[in-house]
């Protein structure tokens, strides 16, 4: 009896182990990972949640990477004799040329990690590493990835999310891109020069688009522009995080007018325009130009069509295949008073003088089918149109978003704000993007009635403006 007991307990413990040996790609048992030394976490909201999380989250990344192959993490104390305490910078910020010097003689290390961490509203935690050259300060991988809120809780169940977010930084997958604007933007040969040309590339040099997530159809684009009219396309996933990035050269001749269904619309000081199509990776595939046209000045794409409006107050509906090539048009007005506003999920929106505003639902050729007025109180301004949302921004900051019926009926509306100086710039997709007077960015998402779920910050960049959120 003692013995079969003893040989049942003799199996159990070599299944767990063979349950707990981790395979990891054959392209870490190599050299990818030494040499490298595990830098500061810093924590944003730690101090509130009676959690030690930059040590408990530091000393996970360790474990993980000592157990791939050839691969040994240094020493922290050493490190933290060399980083200066209460450094205002974080990450390799932190660190002059003299100490990232002294950092490579004492350890014959060549790069460096760091961490950031911040408990997100929904409780989850958000997740940051970044690895840097010790030499030259330039980094080497990224990754953001997100702990849900109910593995946040049990410490243990932590680990497989870190663990999958380290490997893939490793292996160099797509979201270990450098988020644009930490540095000045370089030059893009591959893109045509700003300035009499589109802001387009000439697709046939792109350089090869990396990896895509598993599901890039669910990612969103918010466009940025850098002071120099270079643009910089990020692709977030559901929860605002970025995925990867691609720059494009505008020139500051063109103005950013709307991001819809993949489609991106710019107008030229000249008056034409240019309709980029972007791929899933932020490339842009196409692109088409019209105009100019005199007397006519284009506002926005929306759900195949472009709306422009002429001197007179009159518009032209434009409907275009995929190629942003015309179709057909239709005209309207003018119509003493009223100035046509937007065009976006079959609602022309018109405003007139007064302040009071008109919806009218459009069929796919154009055509008027009904209308519905409505009294807008003064102080408050058109920001966008998508879908069945209309976003209002009020002088005092404060937003009110409106949900339309199928007949241009307000169903219900939500307020937010006023918050100190943060501006909303843009809603689509049940995300509603904000502007700090820093140049920081908040993009929240809201659930069905609008109410805010959870936000996710961004920046600020130097030099770097965000401008729009869109599918």
Avoid at 320 to 349: M, S, V
Avoid at 402 to 427: C, M, Q
Wanted: hydrophobic fraction near 35%; glycine fraction near 10%.
């Amino acid at each position: 009896m003692k013995n079969a007991m003893l040989l049942c307990l003799f199996l159990l413990l070599a299944g767990t182990a063979r349950s707990q040996e981790k395979k990891y790609p054959q392209k870490l048992d190599n050299d990818i990972c030494t040499n490298l030394i595990i830098g500061d976490f810093a924590c944003k909201g730690c101090a509130a949640s009676d959690k030690d999380l930059p040590n408990d989250v530091r000393d996970d990344v360790v474990e993980i990477l000592q157990s791939f192959k050839y691969c040994k993490v240094l020493n922290r104390e050493k490190l933290a004799e060399i980083i200066k305490t209460g450094d205002s910078e974080e990450g390799i910020g932190s660190l002059n040329a003299e100490q990232r010097s002294q950092l490579r003689q004492y350890y014959q290390a060549d790069r460096i990690l760091f961490g950031n961490l911040k408990i997100q509203s929904n409780g989850s935690l958000l997740i940051t590493v970044e690895i840097n050259n010790l030499a030259t300060a330039d980094q080497e991988g990224y990754k953001r990835f997100t702990v849900p809120a109910n593995k946040f809780e049990d410490y243990d169940s932590r680990h497989p999310f870190i663990e999958k977010g380290m490997v893939s930084m490793l292996l160099g997958s797509s979201d270990t891109d450098k988020p644009a604007g930490t540095e000045p933007a370089p030059s893009d040969k591959n893109n045509k020069a700003a300035g009499a040309d589109p802001p387009a590339g000439d697709t046939n040099t792109k350089p090869a688009a990396p990896a895509t997530p598993a599901d890039p159809a669910q990612n969103g684009t918010l466009i940025w522009q850098h002071t120099t009219g270079v643009v910089s396309v990020w692709k977030v996933d559901p929860d605002g995080a970025q995925v990867l990035y691609r720059e494009h050269k505008a020139g500051t001749d063109w103005t950013l007018l709307s991001c819809a269904d993949n489609k991106v619309l710019w107008r030229h000081s000249s008056g034409k325009i240019s309709l980029w199509t972007l791929g899933t990776d932020g490339i842009v595939l196409k692109y088409k130009e019209h105009g100019p046209i005199a007397g006519w000045t284009a506002l926005n794409y929306a759900d195949g069509k472009i709306l422009w409006r002429h001197t007179s107050g009159k518009v032209s509906l434009w409907t275009l295949d995929d190629d942003g090539n015309q179709l057909r048009y239709k005209e309207h007005g003018p119509f003493d008073g009223w100035t046509a506003q937007i065009c976006a999920g079959g609602n022309l929106i018109w405003q007139h003088s007064s302040g009071k505003v008109s919806v009218w639902k459009i069929d796919a050729n154009g055509n008027q089918t009904t209308f519905k007025e409505h009294v807008v109180p003064a102080g408050w301004n058109l920001v966008s149109c998508a879908g069945n949302k209309v976003l209002w921004r009020h002088s005092s900051g404060k937003i009110s978003l409106w949900t339309l019926d199928a007949y241009g009926n307000l169903l219900r509306f939500k307020e937010h704000g006023p918050i100190g100086g943060w501006t909303a710039v843009s809603y689509g997709n049940q995300k509603l993007l904000w502007r700090h007077s820093s140049g920081k960015i908040s993009l929240w998402t809201l659930d069905e009635e609008d109410h805010q779920l959870h936000f996710i910050e961004h920046g600020p960049i130097p030099g770097w403006t965000a401008l729009i959120y869109g599918k």
